[in-house]
């Protein structure tokens, strides 16, 4: 008897823990982008392999005659490459020894069973001499329509940056390189800032990863609680504890990754007492509880995007309603995208208040920047009754003159008429653009469609095949920028005039066409992305 009532007591006891461990592992996503565990391991195990030359044509069994087709141009496109940028690629070729950032770029480019024959042959360059417009020029002197928007600093065209940098070096030239003294401008643009976001105090870091990095360390400060809530396949930089998954060596700790959008992810952030604070990266909307998409995983097709204003609006609602009810500190991660959605950013483009934001890319004005603007009772990195209590937060650079001067010219820019106007009709104008290009690719044919948040845009494809990533060597040939993600991420700058887009939208089919003539595009009934995905399982299993 007395057995029994002490094993009662002991589930009594764990009850409560249990049933957070299973309410916890519910707001999971199913997805491996939602097990980070589960993920590295499932990484470690798989071996690598790769196509001989027969077997790259054909792994789609498709027909004789189409591999040859493939072959052909396979081969032409490498010819074409090579003598239309032989100095841009002989200056990547011998800078890739030495850059090992140019070595993981070059080998994850396209599918890994594809990568080195790619890299063989399909040689393309990482220099280039000059941007202007929406314009970039290689060392070759071949101009490229700029579809990479600089990893989302290019926000208003590289013209208004070159001016901003400009501005900045003439404002802070007489003061140099000295650091730890602040120039007048960063006061300026510290109450700038403080306008735009809404909040009480500001703290100026070196890039958007460290701003991040400080948001989360000034949240666990006070909040006294150690983990923090990412959403699936969400990016806020490539730290430990905000990347937990394959590329981190170390495993998940104090990181949950729950399911974005889900209301179990809401009833974990309301009711957990360890949370200290939930990052949003607003970016996500277009592909929720998806890793930021690339053409490296485009093995079979079935890459889906799609943005919902209204439906993440209601989403950021209830968060920040679940997080305020818990004391959790909510932080909106508008590193890639402030500034381009609206000029008081994601808060003001939603309708929501965070806790905190980090901001950098174009707020640097073309220099490297991270920024924090929080409310004063999150921002204080000390407790003044108790003076060895304090939240150190270091960077030699996070004030650097130029880079405030900079800062000081672009948020000078921002303020004019003229850059008011640009976000008058936003998201109607690149709604209207993407509808656009939707209609021509279904007009001719093509299976290619977009999905866009704002000017951020992910293709999709609307039929199975293991070759889609060939599409980012057609768009170069045909003069469009891509950056290495190829077609998962365009990111056009907002100076794009209606004939610019017109000329990309044609090139688009000029592109997808001639890749079609070429075969790769060839299908079957009994091609499927099921169908795809069990021959990958049999290759890895038995070669």
């Known amino acids: 008897m007395n057995t029994t009532w002490m094993s009662l007591g002991v589930l009594a006891t764990l009850a409560p823990s249990i049933y957070r461990r299973l309410q916890l592992s519910r707001a999971k996503h199913r997805s491996l982008a939602g097990h980070s565990r589960m993920a590295k391991r499932l990484a470690r195990l798989l071996p690598g392999y790769h196509f001989d030359e027969p077997m790259f044509f054909k792994c789609d069994n498709a027909p004789f005659d189409v591999q040859n087709l493939r072959r052909q141009a396979f081969f032409k496109i490498a010819e074409v490459l090579k003598a239309r940028h032989p100095l841009s690629i002989q200056a990547t070729a011998a800078a890739r020894e030495s850059i090992s950032d140019m070595?993981?770029?070059?080998?994850?480019?396209?599918?890994?069973?594809?990568?080195?024959?790619?890299?063989?042959?399909?040689?393309?360059?990482?220099?280039?001499?000059?941007?202007?417009?929406?314009?970039?020029?290689?060392?070759?002197?071949?101009?490229?329509?700029?579809?990479?928007?600089s990893y989302g600093v290019n926000v208003f065209g590289a013209d208004f940056y070159k001016k901003t940098m400009a501005d900045g070096m003439a404002k802070t030239q007489s003061l140099g390189p000295t650091l730890g003294a602040?120039?007048?401008?960063?006061?300026?643009?510290?109450?700038?800032?403080?306008?735009?976001?809404?909040?009480?105090?500001?703290?100026?870091?070196?890039?958007?990863?460290?701003?991040?990095?400080?948001?989360?360390?000034?949240?666990?400060?006070?909040?006294?609680?150690?983990?923090?809530?990412?959403?699936?396949?969400?990016?806020?930089?490539?730290?430990?504890?905000?990347?937990?998954?394959?590329?981190n060596p170390m495993p998940p700790r104090e990181t949950y990754t729950l399911s974005d959008m889900s209301e179990r992810s809401l009833d974990v952030i309301r009711t957990r007492k360890d949370i200290a604070c939930v990052l949003v990266n607003p970016l996500q909307a277009l592909h929720p509880n998806a890793n930021a998409p690339g053409d490296t995983t485009l093995v079979d097709g079935s890459r889906k995007a799609a943005y919902d204003r209204q439906a993440y609006t209601a989403w950021l609602h209830k968060l920040r309603q679940a997080c305020t009810d818990n004391g959790v500190v909510l932080i909106f991660d508008e590193?890639?995208?402030?500034?381009?959605?609206?000029?008081?950013?994601?808060?003001?483009?939603?309708?929501?208040k965070a806790d905190m934001v980090t901001y950098g890319k174009t707020l640097g004005g073309g220099f490297p920047v991270g920024v924090v603007c929080g409310k004063k009772e999150w921002m204080h990195r000390f407790h003044a009754d108790r003076p060895a209590d304090i939240c150190f937060a270091r960077g030699t650079f996070k004030e650097h003159p130029v880079v405030m001067g900079a800062m000081s010219a672009?948020?000078?820019?921002?303020?004019?008429?003229?850059?008011?106007?640009?976000?008058?009709?936003?998201?109607?104008?690149?709604?209207?653009?993407?509808?656009?290009?939707?209609?021509?690719?279904?007009?001719?044919?093509?299976?290619?469609?977009?999905?866009?948040?704002?000017?951020?845009?992910?293709?999709?494809?609307?039929?199975?095949?293991?070759?889609?990533w060939m599409l980012q060597y057609y768009l170069r040939i045909h003069g469009l920028a891509l950056s290495w993600v190829g077609t998962g991420r365009l990111i056009f700058s907002l100076n794009y005039s209606d004939d610019?887009?017109?000329?990309?939208?044609?090139?688009?089919?000029?592109?997808?066409?001639?890749?079609?003539?070429?075969?790769?595009?060839?299908?079957?009934?009994?091609?499927?992305?099921?169908?795809?995905r069990r021959s990958i399982l049999k290759e890895t299993l038995f070669r």
């Open 410 to 468: 672009f948020l000078d820019q921002i303020e004019t008429p003229e850059i008011q106007a640009v976000y008058e009709g936003l998201d109607e104008r690149w709604n209207s653009r993407a509808q656009r290009f939707n209609s021509v690719m279904q007009a001719n044919d093509i299976p290619l469609q977009a999905a866009n948040m704002s000017s951020v845009w992910t293709l999709s494809y609307t039929q199975p095949s293991r070759y889609h």
């Open 335 to 352: 590193v890639f995208l402030g500034f381009r959605l609206a000029p008081g950013g994601a808060q003001e483009y939603f309708g929501v």
């Open 103 to 149: 070595q993981f770029i070059s080998a994850y480019r396209v599918p890994f069973q594809f990568s080195p024959l790619v890299q063989e042959h399909l040689k393309v360059g990482s220099f280039l001499q000059s941007a202007t417009g929406v314009y970039v020029t290689d060392l070759d002197g071949q101009s490229f329509y700029d579809l990479t928007g």
């Open 500 to 532: 610019d887009f017109e000329t990309v939208v044609q090139r688009f089919v000029m592109a997808a066409t001639q890749m079609k003539n070429d075969g790769w595009w060839w299908h079957s009934p009994e091609l499927t992305h099921k169908s795809i």
């Open 182 to 247: 602040y120039h007048p401008c960063v006061a300026s643009n510290a109450e700038r800032l403080k306008k735009i976001s809404g909040m009480d105090e500001v703290s100026f870091h070196m890039s958007g990863t460290e701003a991040v990095m400080q948001a989360v360390r000034l949240a666990r400060y006070h909040t006294k609680r150690k983990n923090l809530v990412r959403f699936c396949g969400a990016y806020h930089g490539w730290w430990e504890d905000v990347q937990p998954g394959p590329g």
